[in-house]
């Protein structure tokens, strides 16, 4: 009974996923016309460069904390 279930949904599942509407975004296409995209994906890009730089000074940190312990 298991492998029917396995091989009917391994069957299925392409069906069900390629039922899915790959039409373009509509907003995407005004802020990529409007020029606004750039924007978003600077503000993206200066929150992931943030992030990783906090995520160094704290791997920093622990390390100087690691050295200090006995």
Avoid: H, W
């Avoid at 600077?42 to 943030?50: A, E, H, P, R």
């Amino acid at each position: 009974m298991a492998k029917l279930i396995l091989c009917l949904s391994a069957v299925l599942l392409p069906l069900i996923t390629n039922a899915q509407d790959t039409g373009k975004v509509a907003m995407a296409d005004q802020m990529r016309g409007d020029g606004k995209i750039y924007v978003v994906v600077t503000v993206i890009f200066t929150i992931f460069l943030g992030i990783i730089l906090y995520l160094f000074t704290i791997e920093k940190k622990i390390k100087k904390i690691e050295q200090n312990q006995p």
